[in-house]
């Protein structure tokens, strides 16, 4: 690649450099800007959006359902499921703090979990969960809806639980408001690059342009490596597991839908909404978990025919509707579903493993790792 002086002068040098330009990426250089005003940072990002999950979820503001909460229990100290949850519903406090729900587009519509026969010996744990929960909340967070049939679900649904601190937000429009942050900050974000060596210890970044023509060598004080299930190309030993998700978005509902609201099922693997009169449902990589383990944006068969028999036969039985949209989100999980926030070089940190959470708690690993980053 031949390069001008003033390229050269200009766009190779920085204080800071964030590889990844998701929910994480984007908080990390915000946060180290606000930080250090006079610092010269950028964030690369090999896609036009940014790669993994971060537009590409289902924009569900939850820190966990009960089932989910409750195997948890089987890995984790009550004391840890606790802090987890306090951290995910935290960010999301921070994030309607700091951005406005209008901008947003947030709406607290409740969260509910329908539970089938398998499931039901969870209602027993709930008063329990519940207090343990209190010390965070304040109030209970979870109580059983008296009338579940008023959904409208088939007679497989045995018991709906609802969570009165759950909502939903867009995506899309979370990023733009972090776009706009970073616009306004003096932060420089580089699309279509993909990062293909970091130095850890000299700060020195290597990427290339999407048909491997051209290549650049960036130079930083400090780099941050936030590309979650992708970041083992960058940093070999990382402790991720990549987690493939499927989204199918309906074409507009010709019915009126007897419920409103963020639903989950299955211990939180799969997961339901209504978007814009359509029904939004995904997940489901439990059915699968091995080639679910993947970072190819393609559609698993046996996912999308198990997410469409849940549609027909227990969320909208005896209706008719069609699928107009699918698309699949990378996420990174491993042994613990707390982020990893840790320096891997003189000149390097991460901050991954957001174990499907990224709309909850990027904005403060963002923070966190930009205070690492300052300390380094």
Same mark, same amino acid.
């Given at each position: 690649?031949?390069?001008?002086?003033?390229?050269?002068?200009?766009?190779?040098?920085?204080?800071?450099?964030?590889?990844?330009?998701? /929910?994480?990426?984007?908080?990390?250089?915000?946060?180290?800007?606000?930080?250090?005003?006079?610092?010269?940072?950028?964030?690369?990002?090999?896609?036009?959006?940014?790669?993994?999950?971060?537009?590409?979820?289902?924009? /569900?503001?939850?820190?966990?359902?009960?089932?989910?909460?409750?195997?948890?229990?089987?890995?984790?100290?009550?004391?840890?499921?606790?802090?987890?949850?306090?951290?995910?519903?935290?960010?999301?406090?921070?994030?309607?703090?700091?951005?406005?729900?209008?901008?947003?587009?947030?709406?607290?519509?409740?969260?509910?979990?329908?539970?089938?026969?398998?499931? $039901?010996?969870?209602?027993?744990?709930?008063?329990?969960?519940?207090?343990?929960?209190?010390?965070?909340?304040?109030?209970?967070?979870?109580?059983?809806?008296?009338?579940?049939?008023?959904?409208?679900?088939?007679?497989?649904?045995?018991?709906?639980?609802?969570?009165?601190?759950?909502?939903?937000?867009?995506?899309?429009?979370?990023?733009?408001?972090?776009?706009?942050?970073?616009?306004?900050?003096?932060?420089?974000?580089?699309?279509?690059?993909?990062?293909?060596?970091?130095?850890?210890?000299?700060?020195?970044?290597?990427?290339?342009?999407?048909?491997?023509?051209?290549? /650049?060598?960036?130079?930083?004080?400090?780099?941050?490596?936030?590309?979650?299930?992708?970041?083992?190309?960058?940093?070999?030993?990382?402790?991720?597991?990549?987690?493939?998700?499927?989204? $199918?978005?309906?074409?507009?509902?010709?019915?009126?839908?007897?419920?409103?609201?963020?639903?989950?099922?299955?211990?939180?693997?799969?997961?339901?909404?209504?978007?814009?009169?359509?029904?939004?449902?995904?997940?489901?990589?439990?059915?699968?978990?091995?080639?679910?383990?993947?970072?190819?944006?393609?559609?698993?068969?046996?996912?999308?025919?198990?997410?469409?028999?849940?549609?027909?036969?227990?969320?909208?039985?005896?209706?008719? /509707?069609?699928?107009?949209?699918?698309?699949?989100?990378?996420?990174?999980?491993?042994?613990?579903?707390?982020?990893?926030?840790?320096?891997?070089?003189?000149?390097?940190?991460?901050?991954?493993?957001?174990?499907?959470?990224?709309?909850?708690?990027?904005?403060?690993?963002?923070?966190?790792?930009?205070?690492?980053?300052?300390?380094?």
């Amino acid at each position: 690649m031949m390069l001008s002086y003033w390229e050269q002068k200009n766009f190779l040098d920085y204080d800071l450099i964030v590889v990844g330009a998701g /929910f994480t990426g984007l908080s990390t250089a915000i946060h180290f800007k606000k930080n250090q005003p006079k610092s010269k940072v950028l964030v690369l990002e090999r896609g036009v959006f940014p790669t993994g999950a971060s537009t590409k979820n289902a924009g /569900f503001a939850c820190f966990g359902s009960l089932t989910e909460i409750l195997d948890d229990f089987w890995v984790m100290s009550p004391d840890e499921v606790v802090q987890l949850v306090e951290r995910r519903y935290e960010g999301l406090r921070q994030i309607r703090k700091h951005f406005g729900d209008k901008v947003l587009r947030y709406q607290h519509r409740s969260g509910y979990e329908i539970l089938d026969e398998s499931n $039901l010996s969870a209602l027993d744990r709930l008063p329990d969960t519940n207090r343990l929960l209190k010390k965070v909340f304040k109030d209970e967070v979870f109580s059983i809806v008296k009338k579940p049939g008023k959904f409208g679900f088939s007679e497989k649904v045995k018991a709906v639980v609802k969570n009165k601190f759950e909502g939903e937000l867009d995506p899309g429009a979370y990023l733009g408001a972090l776009w706009h942050k970073a616009s306004k900050l003096g932060i420089t974000i580089l699309t279509g690059l993909t990062v293909v060596e970091v130095d850890p210890e000299q700060g020195r970044v290597v990427a290339e342009n999407k048909e491997k023509s051209s290549g /650049f060598e960036f130079s930083a004080g400090k780099v941050a490596v936030c590309t979650n299930a992708f970041t083992k190309k960058l940093w070999t030993e990382s402790p991720l597991e990549p987690g493939r998700g499927l989204i $199918l978005l309906s074409k507009p509902l010709h019915f009126d839908l007897p419920w409103k609201g963020a639903f989950h099922m299955d211990k939180g693997y799969v997961y339901f909404r209504e978007v814009d009169g359509r029904l939004l449902l995904g997940g489901a990589r439990n059915k699968d978990f091995e080639n679910e383990k993947s970072t190819e944006f393609s559609v698993n068969p046996s996912i999308k025919a198990h997410l469409d028999q849940l549609a027909k036969e227990v969320i909208f039985p005896y209706r008719e /509707f069609e699928w107009e949209m699918e698309w699949t989100g990378i996420m990174a999980f491993g042994p613990k579903k707390t982020p990893v926030i840790q320096q891997i070089g003189n000149k390097t940190a991460v901050a991954v493993r957001l174990g499907g959470m990224g709309v909850a708690i990027g904005w403060q690993v963002g923070k966190e790792l930009a205070a690492l980053l300052s300390e380094m």
